[in-house]
């Protein structure tokens, strides 16, 4: 799929999804009322959906089930997060499944994931094949103009929704105490923006506040789930999970092989970022009961390993690990006994490790800290980019392509064919 069909599919299922909310409402108040959180007849959140399923998903239009409960499982997420980042920056619910049965902070509801299950079937049946059969009757010049037009609307409306629910506007002068010139006359229709997506907001939500909620400040290093903390865990599961896989491929296997995701140092990306993800996701209900954990383990874990596997073979042309020779496993990628291991690592985690784990990042000087934090920022930063270069150019290497540029030459010699297979045994490429 080309870059102009995914933004095509993205704005038409940002679009069509509008219609679908606008109806509904419509149906059920009898009055308009804009759903969208942009100022254009959009939700996004419909159209992140949609190409989250078309890539990831595409390969189960064969298996029914598979597809429509992994669809369920990413979409609903999807609308859990964005519900609280929405309510964290504008200070109120967009939506609210309360009052329906099996909910979960009124974000996500039974129902509501069984719907984005059907959607998801619906999508990659039938409604891709329609939409990029119509994207194809299009001239191309035509289709490319339009899609540029789109995207530069849908970057001014999307910053300046996002500084007016941050509350920025409230900072910024007048608009009659602007100075005048060109600085001026931009910081004019900044200033002009930012009032139309207020008015709009405020008529089609008018519980939304605009004004950010100043916080009590502390001196105490990463309290609760910030960012700091995240951050020191997603390092923290990224070194234990390299580690913990290395010990159980040497008993299951035989012998010592590299697990690491990175050319520097013994850390597996995935289980970190599983383990900051699950930290952000589940926060909130780490005290619930282990069941609960585990099921929602369970299915965030394989629903999330799924997606990595799918990630790393388009951008890298390479799959890191195969399942295929594990009973009930689905193409390979995932299989049940890890997905339960997915269940009983959740309960492991918020019931015996996170809470120490977490009252030793917080005992941390809060000057130290921070400049940990931010060194190990820079670290992971340099780390994953050398890395992907390393593992994009062992790819194009393996197929035969000569070097191109200082660069390829660089990693040519630093990270030949020789050290990539040491860090990387499992790697299968397949273009």
């Given amino acids: 799929m080309s870059f102009y069909q995914a933004v095509f599919l993205f704005f038409a299922y940002s679009f069509l999804g509008w219609v679908g909310e606008v109806s509904v409402t419509a149906a059920r108040s009898r009055r308009y009322q804009d759903r969208g959180v942009l100022n254009g007849p959009l939700c996004i959140l419909y159209g992140i959906g949609g190409l989250i399923i078309t890539f990831a998903l595409r390969e189960l239009r064969g298996g029914w089930f598979f597809l429509f409960l992994l669809s369920a499982v990413y979409a609903t997420v999807l609308e859990w997060v964005a519900g609280h980042i929405l309510e964290r920056t504008s200070h109120t619910r967009w939506w609210d499944y309360s009052d329906r049965p099996l909910n979960l902070d009124g974000y996500i509801c039974l129902g509501a994931s069984l719907l984005w299950g ?3 079937v619906v999508l990659l ?14 001239p191309a ?8 037009v789109l995207l530069a ?16 506007r409230y900072r910024w002068p007048p608009a009659a105490a602007v100075q005048s010139g060109l600085a001026g006359l931009t910081l004019r229709g900044g200033l002009w923006i930012l009032d139309r997506v207020e008015r709009r907001m405020a008529k089609a939500h008018p519980a939304l506040t605009f004004q950010r909620p100043k916080r009590a400040r502390t001196t105490a290093f990463a309290v609760g789930c910030s960012f700091s903390k995240i951050f020191l865990l997603f390092v923290i599961g990224a070194f ?21 995701s990175v050319v520097w140092g013994p850390f597996s990306i995935v289980w970190g970022l599983a383990l900051a993800l699950v930290t952000v996701l589940l926060y909130r209900y780490k005290d619930k009961s282990a069941s609960w954990l585990f099921v929602a383990g369970t299915l965030l874990g394989g ?6 596997s799918v990630f790393t073979e388009v951008v890298f042309g390479a799959v890191f690990w195969d399942y295929s020779a594990i009973p009930f496993n689905l193409g ?56 992907s270069l390393a593992l994009a150019r062992y790819n194009t290497r393996t197929e035969g392509l000569p070097a191109q540029s200082a660069l390829d030459t660089y990693l040519d010699e630093h990270y030949g ?10 790697a299968v490429h397949t273009g």
């Avoid at 234990?240 to 035989?254: M, N, P």
Wanted: positive net charge; charged residues 15%; hydrophobic residues 50%.
């Fill in 332 to 387: 390979g990628r995932i299989n049940l006994l890890y997905c339960f291991f997915w269940g009983f690592a959740a309960i492991a985690w918020f019931k015996v490790c996170y809470p120490p784990l977490s009252r030793a990042i917080e005992r941390i000087p809060r000057r130290f800290g921070l400049v940990l934090t931010a060194g190990l920022c820079v670290f992971m930063a340099a780390n994953i980019t050398v890395s």
């Fill in 118 to 120: 059907v959607l998801g």
């Fill in 153 to 168: 609307l849908l970057a001014v409306d999307a910053v300046g929704t996002m500084l007016t629910m941050l509350g920025l």
């Fill in 141 to 148: 010049t035509v289709r490319t103009a339009v899609l540029w």
């Fill in 240 to 260: 234990l999970g390299d580690i913990t896989e290395t010990i159980y491929c040497r008993i299951t296997a035989g012998y010592w092989m590299s697990r690491s």
């Fill in 417 to 426: 064919d020789a050290r990539m297979q040491k860090i990387y045994p499992k």
């Fill in 303 to 308: 629903a999330y390993e799924y997606l990595c």
């Fill in 125 to 138: 049946h039938w409604g891709n094949p329609l939409l990029l059969a119509l994207f194809g009757l299009i």
